[in-house]
């Protein structure tokens, strides 16, 4: 067997990538920022609403992925050591692991709290104020707020949506994803509220229920997700929907060697960027040179700026978990 290793932790990313990721930092700290002021905003607002309580907690929570994000991406700067060989990429999908945790355990928590408040019949009211002399229901207030904070995580989840997949950065997904789904909870809220001024008591509790549900949902599926990739899972897209197409690419590349017989490649996602392990059959009466091999090794790193180390070994056949990866993805 012929191995070649290549470490390219130091070397920078190409520079649209370089920009996008300084876009996304950027955009996390605006997340943040907004974040404080509506907490603020909806804590003042919230009264003795159930959806108003429940739509807080969210938006408290609402920190954690921009945190990890940011947290995630400093310490991926870090360069490999001889404790760390494969670098400190990982704390991208640690980072995720976190932020679902955080999701899934307090979803839990919030639909337990408004059930209960629900079987038990808790009737809130909500009461008025005075504003230049005049007696306004709290819950117009209360439903301005929920519009009013729905706007900024629409707008911040919709660019990170943009940049997540070039990033290919599954925590800026998961804060994106949350982002996009805050109307439903400022939407919840709003119905939460406007029940109880119809005399509807079950409305508010109902509708905490539906978010703290999208909130466990959130958590379900990013836990899943992020355990999967540090179980070292095939590497999907960032919204864990289907392979990422790079898969393809690295066979192909390998296959089409004019001196390989078949080849197969096993890939680990490290969070943002992928290490390859190749294994290639030479054709018969060909013989894989270190030249060859290093060749081999230096157009797979010209493939994709996601590929950031390499293995390559050459074996009489392919170790059984590829041959059949192969022959299916060829039918």
């Not at 400190?88 to 337990?112: D, K, Q």
């Not at 038990?120 to 504003?131: A, E, F, S, Y």
């Not at 959130?218 to 392979?243: C, F, Q, Y």
């Not at 054709?283 to 180390?309: N, S, V, Y």
Request: hydrophobic fraction near 50%; glycine fraction near 8%.
């Amino acid at each position: 067997m012929i191995e070649n290793r290549h470490n390219v932790d130091d070397e920078p990313l190409p520079e649209e990538i370089a920009g996008d990721l300084r876009k996304a930092v950027r955009l996390e700290w605006i997340t943040i920022a907004a974040l404080v002021g509506i907490v603020i905003i909806v804590y003042a607002a919230m009264g003795n609403s159930q959806a108003m309580k429940t739509a807080w907690i969210e938006d408290m929570l609402s920190f954690i992925p921009p945190i990890a994000f940011l947290i995630g991406v400093h310490i991926t700067r870090k360069p490999a050591t001889a404790e760390l060989p494969f670098g400190y990429h990982r704390a991208i999908g640690i980072s995720h692991v976190v932020a679902a945790t955080a999701l899934l355990v307090m979803g839990g928590f919030l639909i337990v709290d408004s059930a209960i408040a629900l079987i038990t019949t808790d009737h809130p009211t909500i009461g008025g104020i005075q504003l230049f002399g005049t007696t306004i229901w709290l819950g117009w207030l209360m439903m301005a707020a929920m519009i009013v904070t729905a706007i900024p995580p629409m707008i911040l989840g919709r660019k990170k949506l943009r940049l997540a997949p070039p990033l290919h950065n599954k925590v800026l997904y998961a804060d994106a994803d949350m982002n996009k789904a805050d109307w439903l909870t400022s939407l919840s809220a709003l119905v939460g509220v406007a029940g109880i001024g119809l005399g509807w008591w079950w409305a508010d509790s109902a509708a905490a229920i539906v978010i703290a549900t999208s909130i466990f949902k959130d958590g379900i599926v990013n836990l899943r997700a992020a355990v999967a990739g540090l179980m070292d899972a095939r590497p999907t897209s960032v919204d864990n929907k289907e392979p990422h197409p790079l898969l393809g690419e690295i066979e192909a590349y390998l296959r089409g060697l004019d001196w390989v017989h078949t080849a197969g490649a096993r890939i680990r996602d490290e969070g943002q960027v992928f290490h390859v392990e190749g294994y290639v059959v030479p054709k018969p009466l060909e013989t894989a040179t270190p030249e060859r091999i290093d060749a081999a090794q230096a157009g797979l790193f010209d493939l994709d700026w996601k590929i950031r180390d390499v293995v390559i070994a050459t074996v009489g056949k392919l170790p059984e978990v590829l041959e059949t990866h192969s022959s299916s993805s060829r039918r």
